[in-house]
């Protein structure tokens, strides 16, 4: 069992900006995303420590199943991945109409009066929804939904959003097979009654005086956590779930058994499932992931 760095991979589009250079991206450009935690896809997240360096996490997960634990065994595609936005103009209005595709926000920052917006202010029905796409007047009627840092909140497939200017986030991603959808199964998939997204009350875990550790988030596929550490966590990882680690302010050391991870802000960090007595000392934030049933 192990305890393994991930080198992230950045991407720039024309709707980001130079808030990730804090996480210590160093591309030129305008990064709009980096991508801590991925398999599927064309740039899987990279092994930088161990004796698996320099090899892909999907060719980890690949030749060594159990280390993602029991729970990915049972989708057909590695089910989620972690990325962290910066959103410095409102994106276009987005839905999800495939059912496996949930995913929980995390604010790391955002403009005074930033939001995202979600949900609609009222029910509509299918003829109104196709009516208001046409004239082009759908985004009137999504809610704005007031951020800051260290909110946290889900978005469930079908809820159509939009994410508003110079907010950034981490993001967790139920991943699934690329799916086609036509226009009518898109618009069948839309929820159309008129509820707003809610911001997920903080409920704390554990807090004993070295590290409060917050959940933020807890849905059918992931859980997804906020450690704010001032000293010293012990991390048993259980069997059915590899874990996720990434830091978003200060440094910490990892330690299992003979391996050590120095850890900094922007760094992920992966612990196989069933690895125990996983140490971490150091002053600093970060957001765990893992697998729930």
Partial sequence: MSVIKLAPYAKCYEWGGQALRAFGVTQEGPIAQQWELRVNSENPSVVVTGCWAGQTLKRYIEENPDKAGTLAKAYPYFPISIVLVDNQKPSMIQVDPDPEKIQALYILSAKKDGCVYCGFDAAMTRDELVSHV?????????????????????IEPGTVYAIGADVQ???VQQDAPLRSFSFAQVLDAVRLQGAALQKEADRQIVGDGQANTTLLADTDVFA???TVCDGEVTIHQDADSFGSIVVLEGSAVITHEDSIVHAQKGDSIWIDAGTRDVRLVGNCVYVYTVLTQ
């Fill in 169 to 171: 986030y981490l993001a």
């Fill in 224 to 226: 997804m956590f906020r």
């Fill in 134 to 154: 046409e004239q082009g007047t759908l985004g009137s009627l999504i809610r704005p939904v007031p951020v800051q840092a260290g909110d946290a909140l889900v």
